[in-house]
């Protein structure tokens, strides 16, 4: 079932219970948080032995990929859609920065904190973790995406995206979807292990790379999603900072 | 197997010694061992002597004689010695091959004492003769045998004491004996080769015989070293593999060898030469998801279907020739292999190639390893919410230490690739604008991160068609 099919279903429901009909009928065809769920591993020509983490890695066959980013053309622009720097929070205790840009990043700076990205590739960026199985065909992408970027006093640095959905719904799926890749995390070592925090309106949760440790604070507001991850050594960013964030992002 | 013999009276009948006779009571025998050095300089000839018969002179001697012994000529008349050589202990019945086998001397003796000492002689010019060996009659009959060594033509005669035409020795009748050339000669093994690979090594030796074990010398300097050892088949071939020198880019100088048994002596073969080359041997197969089990996670972009490894050969920074693999999008190779194969013919060193398997993916490890590497799905370092343009298969880091990486905040990787962030002067591994590999991928539509401004990727290559 694509979502495609999922939101016109939806589309007959009322308000009131919208959040528990997308879970409802998105179940079946979300990709589950278990790694023992997904289709049966692809076989190759050459592949005589499979690998040991085969099922968690099999190969979607969808084709709705999205080629390689192309390269900038120029600065990127500050603005989204109706993004504009005004709807990132700037959290205590960190400061906004200008960034020059990069090849590895896919973007020129264009001398402000914000700079705009192409929607598709920020949505498939943000929920590709790695744990469990997602696909293009299982959200739509958002109509608009702008990231910002901030510093502290020890010079780590923060990242804050918006996504801009459509509608409502779409959003709210998305961020369904993206907590469960979250979730999925939680019970891996790679390539990414995550932490979720209770007790907190949004999305808290504590990430582990073999490289780096970061917090993420992230919240669906109507049609959009912020989310805000930073660098966080000792994992010290406190709930009650997380909450202020997510205060910020409500607005 | 019978050897020819011709029956000569050389000399006046002469009755056997009385001191010959006082020790005839049993078979007593001595070989001399005279001529056992080369023909070039025979051993002075040893006075011959009498003691009592010892278990390795008995192997070597009989009493009776051999029953392959062939024409017997009797004596015209009393006082008459004859003598017949057959060769023993050697591979081919009838013949007489160099360092092999032995001379296994036969005769008759007409009207001589038992006891009576028979000296065994060999033709060293046209008037002289060389003692080769000595025995004593036992009835009417007596036998000897010695190592053959020395190839050539050679006369034997038997006499009852001193050389033939000497006096009063009784003589026999002269054996012509050709002893033939034992060799080992060497296949013109490959002329050049993968230098990743090892060439096969054959030859034969002669006569054919099985078990023989042959030795593969390779020169280094002014010297040879065995390099590998193997053994002959029946037919006397040998063959093997030499893994001496893989990897280095050079040429190698062999030989065969092989120990004779009769003496403390080396067969050796002419030399023959090899040459390792650098070639880059590109292998192209399908990824398999073993190919990417720390590098494709689920939901990247591009999976295994849609990847290929290839393998190549690269030129390290040891400057020996090495074999790496790079996992790149499916309709990407032949660019990437003309690209790397122009960079090897160049002799640009790289510093290993490995699958990013090895690092677990993670990719600042495999920074500070130096490994050049292609595919791998992961988030760009320092921001988890941007896949890296390698999560596509379109993107190739090569040499990371000595080509390092900015990141966006200014931050250069990997750490020990610091000494490299002033790009002069140039060392081994350092890519610039003008390196082959560059250049090469340039021309089929990659960005080098090079030429990024302000921040710089100097690792970093880029398919941007």
Redesign the interface.
Known sequence: MTYATIRARLLGSSLAGLSSLVLAACSPSL?APS?GT?SA??V???????????A?????TTTN???????PSGPAPATAGSLTATSLPIPAGWET?V????????FEGNGTWVHARDPR??A????????????RDDYTDPAAAL?G?Y?NRS?D?G?G?VLEFDDELAATHYFELYRR?VQSCTTRN???RTAILSGVSGLVDR?T????K?T?IAERNGRRIT?I?LTDPGHAISKASAQRILDQIKG | MGVLVSLRRFSRCRAATSSSLAIAASLIVVIMMAGQASAETPSPIPEPTTTAPSDAATANTSATPSAESTTRIAAEAAGSLSLSIESTGGPVAGHFFQDIGSYAFTGDATDLDDGTTIEIYRRTSASSWTLQATTQLSGESYSATLPVRERGTFVFASTTGGAPGGGDEISSNEVMITVEDSKITLDQPVAEIDSLKNPTISGTIVPARSGVEVHIDVKRSDTYQTAETTTTDSSGRFSTSLSYGKGSLATYRIRGTYKVPNRDRWEVSSSKTFTRIAVINAVITQTTSADVEKTYHAGCPVGPSKLRTVTMNFYGLDKKMHRGLLIVRSDLTTQVIRSFDTSLRHRFRIAKMKNPNVYDGNDPRQMEANNTSAFNCRQVVGNPYKLSPHSYGTSIDVNPVQNPYRDINGKWWPENGKPYIDRTPYRAGMLTKDSYLTQKLRSYGFFWGGLWSPGKDYQHFEYRG
């Open positions: 990709p790694p997904t591993p692809q190759s020509a050459t592949s005589a032995v499979p690998s040991p983490n085969a968690a890695t099999a190969e979607p990929t999205l080629p390689p980013p192309p390269p920065a960034l020059a840009g990069s090849d590895e990043e896919g590739y920020a498939q960026d943000v929920i590709t973790l790695g744990c469990a199985t997602v696909t990231e970027n510093h010079g640095r990242i995206l890749q790679e390539p990414v990430r790379y073999p490289y780096s970061w993420e989310l991850i």
